[in-house]
């Protein structure tokens, strides 16, 4: 059959004019006739022929037209330019790429074939026997705001000198422009973990926090090009994934519970336990995403890293679909990687003030431990000595009972976090009227501070309601009407920042106080309530009138101590210390006179 007959090519000459070759053949091939070269390749590119007859003068230059063909057609066919520059800087052949990229970067990269020519001249000007790609130079071009990379190859002439050059040219701009924007996080990285020990040393906890707070929310704007993120924290406790920093994000979305957890909680739970990033294209065709940013229309979500564990999340989003693509998912893990470490920085800080404060202590009560005995010791004796001189015995008393205060200072400054300074010397009945008809709830876990705090401000005429956790803590305050709050910053089921944002909501100007150990704020709860109006922090443990004087400043109360008004009780006034180990008095600068 037609069909299926092999098919031959016959190219003119005598071939051609051999009627009786073409006739014979036709019984048994599809043949087809033509009289010059150039029909012969046009039908052998449109064409697959099995076999091709021609004379022999002409098969030759057949082949080589052939030859030539097919490596300009693979030249045309890939996606760098190709381009031979003879030994006058002419453009011997170039493909269509090449010829396809704007003129002043042809002419450039034929400069710089010239330049490469003259370097492989000079360094040697016989190539023969020599590899070409062990000779091959890589050069860059910039033109305008775009990046050329360009390989250059000599070409050797029969005597081995180069005669012309082959460049190769692709545009890298991409490339180039990832690299810069890596090293650019990699920089930025490099001062979000960089920690000056003589400036950490002069901020407090709260003012360390701000202060890496402040650089994420830079770096994410100007670098990252996120205006709108929020980053969580896993809670080993409680696989609760809270919020740290957040930037642009409404408050209803902040206060969605989320867990570290593949379904139910969202991408944020997905990412966190599973340690994938995800993009998420289009969120309302997302069945894993929840609530964000208003009119959100894509996110992206990278987890938080640190010693191949994940320690929370860094979220961003966008009003517009399909916001973010691949780079943007390797730039955000790169970025978040460093964002995990400066938040494991702080924690170490934190930790080891902690842990110093705690064995400085420890030291302190052993090196001194011996000397209060000592004196203790002494003074028992001498009482023994002065038998009936009542007035010695009553000093040397004194004496006893200050070395014993100072002991119990001591071992409550060892208790850490778990005591309140002071507590034991105030006096069993009502101190000062300060906090008649003020309702104050205290929350606290350690049940030690709860019921310290309530003795201490009831006998300042205060009512109290006291909450074992955050989630008691929350509802009681959406059921009574409270003048103070004074929270934990870290509690079982709600944080400190939780229960501040809870009290807002109850009443828009109620005064909070948060407490914390040693400056330990997991949640960073210090410095985005600050942002909203913090009252005070106070940083366990705490004398009992530092307590009294934040609580007068958040309701406030003139604060009798500090009034300075003769008959107040003022710093004019006499002053007894609350053990009565010393009276001191001071004079007004109006009664003093001349010795």
């Not at 000007?125 to 705001?145: H, I, M, Y």
């Not at 003020?438 to 049940?447: F, G, N, T, Y």
């Not at 309530?529 to 009294?548: H, R």
């Not at 400043?553 to 604060?559: D, F, Q, R, T, Y």
Request: charged residues 25%; aromatic residues 6%.
């Amino acid at each position: 059959m037609e069909e299926h007959k092999s098919r031959l090519l016959i190219l003119g000459g005598k071939a051609a004019g051999q009627h009786p070759v073409a006739d014979a053949l036709s019984p048994y091939f599809q043949v087809d006739v033509v009289p010059r070269m150039d029909q012969a390749l046009e039908a052998l590119r449109k064409t697959d022929y099995h076999a091709v007859f021609a004379d022999v003068g002409d098969f030759l230059p057949l082949e080589r037209e052939l030859v030539g063909d097919k490596a300009a057609m693979v030249l045309n066919t890939i996606g760098e330019g190709v381009i031979i520059v003879d030994a006058e800087g002419r453009c011997v052949w170039s493909n269509k790429r090449m010829r396809a990229f704007p003129s002043e970067v042809f002419e450039q990269v034929k400069q710089v074939c010239m330049r490469a020519r003259a370097i492989f001249s000079a360094s040697s000007p016989v190539l023969a026997g020599e590899s070409v790609q062990a000779r091959s130079r890589k050069f860059t071009c910039q033109f305008a705001d775009r990046y050329f990379e360009l390989m250059v190859s000599p070409v050797a002439d029969d005597r081995g000198e180069v005669s012309q050059v082959v460049g190769v040219a692709w545009d890298a701009t991409s490339g180039r422009r990832l690299q810069q924007k890596i090293d650019a996080i990699d920089s930025a990285g490099r001062e979000l973990t960089h920690i000056e020990s003589d400036l950490i040393a002069k901020l407090s906890p709260g003012q360390r926090l701000k202060l890496l707070q402040d650089k994420i929310i830079r770096f994410s704007k100007d670098l990252m090009h996120f205006d709108h993120f929020a980053i969580r924290l896993l809670d080993k406790r409680t696989n609760k994934l809270e919020v740290v920093i957040a930037e642009g994000l409404p408050l209803e979305a902040l206060e969605i519970d989320l867990y570290a957890q593949p379904e139910g909680n969202g991408i944020s739970g997905y990412v966190a336990a599973t340690g994938r990033s995800y993009i998420c294209h289009d969120t309302e065709k997302d069945p894993r995403y929840v609530q964000g940013l208003e009119h959100c229309k894509s996110s992206l979500t990278v987890p938080l890293t640190l010693f191949d564990k994940v320690i929370g999340i860094y979220n961003i989003e966008s009003q517009s679909i399909g916001s973010f693509n691949e780079d943007d998912r390797q730039f955000a893990e790169i970025f978040a990687r460093y964002v995990a470490m400066s938040l494991n920085i702080l924690d170490l800080l934190v930790v080891e003030r902690y842990t110093t404060t705690g064995q400085l202590a420890d030291s302190v009560v052993q090196e001194i431990a011996q000397p209060l005995n000592d004196i203790i010791t002494e003074a028992q004796t001498l009482m023994e000595e002065y038998i009936g001189d009542d007035n010695m015995r009553h000093r040397l008393g004194r004496i006893v009972e200050n070395v014993e205060s100072i002991r119990q200072t001591v071992r409550a400054v060892v208790a850490g976090p778990h005591a309140v300074l002071g507590s034991k010397d105030v006096d069993n009945q009502r101190t000062s009227q300060l906090l008649v008809d003020r309702r104050i709830l205290v929350a606290d876990d350690e049940v030690n501070i709860r019921t310290t705090l309530a003795d201490v401000l009831r006998k300042h005429g205060a009512q109290i309601d006291l909450c074992k956790d955050g989630y008691e803590a929350v509802n009681t305050l959406e059921q009574h009407h409270f003048d103070l709050v004074i929270s934990d910053i870290k509690m079982p089921y709600r944080n400190g920042y939780e229960i501040f944002a809870a009290a807002r909501r109850c009443r828009e100007n109620l005064p909070v106080i948060l407490m914390t150990g040693f400056g330990y704020d997991p949640n960073h709860s210090i410095v985005r309530a600050s942002q909203e109006g913090l009252c005070g922090v106070m940083f366990k443990p705490f004398k009992v009138d530092q307590l009294i004087e934040e609580i007068c400043k958040a309701l406030g109360i003139v604060n009798p101590k500090n009034d300075p008004t003769p008959g107040s009780g003022g710093v004019n006034e006499p002053r007894t210390s609350v053990s009565g180990a010393s009276t001191t008095a001071s004079t007004p600068a109006s009664q003093k006179t001349d010795a």
